[in-house]
């Protein structure tokens, strides 16, 4: 019995077991078998097979976007028409086969998008190169689902499950659980709210299922069982995820509207380029990124040439993308901009910067 049909029989027990008081246990158990063998799925196998084309694409630009939806959803079109890469867009499924990269410039940022193969149901299992292009999804700052509006709800439930089944979070943060295995002492348990979902004997359970018998565990937050095992996992990614959904023209009014109030959700038409403004946006929004613009002593800004930087970075951090000696040799810097309580503000290493701040350098 492959790896394979394991997962599908305890899912299939999942699915058949009712959820209550008196299955909560048997439940935890299963939930934890689950992740583990799913995490022996994603492994590489040891038996080295043949070399085949390069998949993933070399990290550039300030962040990194990856479009991940279904064959024919308009992703390839959608890569043509952002950035100046041409990717082949045809009206058959899987027109592309591997990973094409191109750049959005955008508020002086350049936003690295990479078009990915079409996901298809079972990809987590390996299917249509499917083991690869979640890999490549993995390492994105923000992934955009590229969903087709005429298709409905379908598309997008079968994603978020590949995606989750693989231990991508999407639109979630970390669970707030600290967890530390120890040499000895048995296991210690306290929570600082009361649980409503997550017993000891269940955690107790869940561990000894994982060969750990000795830890550390202390709630901060009422999480579930899956978040619990999350956090002992420790190898999940948590990241933002913008759900696209193209071919708007082809639907009713009122759909369109139903759609562009869903949370997280943007309605565009590459093929009647729609909407795709706004879309950057959101986009830019979602990256948190920020534009920091520099000044001279006794010259005026230089508007023209931003440092892109994270939301909540400091001066220090602003320091170390100039140069990786300036912090070192920083004396005090002057800002103007929103960050500070007047205009210019003498600060330190640690104040942090807004979007359009313009910022002096004093050096020893």
Not at 203 to 212: D, S
Not at 334 to 361: A, F, N
Request: charged share 25%; proline share 3%.
């Amino acid at each position: 019995m492959g790896i394979t049909d394991k997962i599908a029989e305890i899912e299939r027990e999942i699915a058949r077991t009712q959820k209550n008081k008196a299955t909560e246990y048997h439940l935890g158990l299963l939930k934890a078998k689950l992740a583990k063998y799913r995490a022996q799925l994603l492994e590489p196998s040891k038996s080295a097979g043949a070399k085949g084309e390069g998949f993933d694409v070399m990290k550039s630009g300030d962040a990194r976007v990856a479009l991940i939806g279904f064959p024919s959803v308009g992703k390839s079109t959608f890569l043509s028409l952002m950035t100046s890469t041409a990717s082949e867009a045809a009206s058959y499924e899987f027109t592309t086969l591997t990973c094409i990269p191109g750049v959005i410039e955008y508020k002086g940022a350049n936003i690295q998008l990479l078009d990915l193969p079409g996901i298809i149901e079972g990809a987590a299992q390996g299917k249509g190169r499917g083991r690869q292009v979640i890999a490549v999804a993995r390492t994105a700052d923000v992934v955009i689902m590229m969903l087709d509006a005429t298709k409905g709800e379908v598309q997008r439930e079968l994603l978020e499950k590949e995606l989750e089944s693989v231990g991508i979070r999407l639109n979630r943060s970390k669970p707030n659980i600290y967890f530390k295995p120890k040499k000895g002492g048995g296991l210690s348990y306290n929570s600082t709210v009361p649980l409503t979902q997550c017993s000891e004997k269940l955690v107790q359970l869940i561990l000894h299922e994982y060969k750990i018998f000795n830890a550390e565990v202390l709630f901060r937050e009422d999480s579930t069982p899956d978040e619990f095992i999350d956090v002992i996992v420790g190898n999940r990614v948590y990241m933002p995820c913008l759900y696209v959904y193209n071919k708007v023209d082809q639907i009713s009014i009122e759909e369109v509207n139903r759609l562009a109030h869903r949370e997280n959700s943007v309605v565009i038409s590459c093929g009647m380029k729609l909407n795709l403004d706004y879309l950057l946006e959101t986009l830019w929004e979602y990256l948190s990124l920020i534009c920091i613009y520099t000044k001279k002593r006794g010259e005026r800004p230089d508007f023209n040439d931003a440092i892109i930087m994270r939301r909540a970075s400091s001066v220090e951090h602003v320091c170390h993308r100039i140069h990786r000696t300036l912090a070192s040799q920083f004396k005090y810097a002057l800002v103007w901009g929103t960050s500070t309580k007047y205009s210019p503000q003498r600060v330190g290493l640690t104040h942090i910067m807004e979007h359009e701040d313009v910022i002096q350098i004093v050096k020893k």
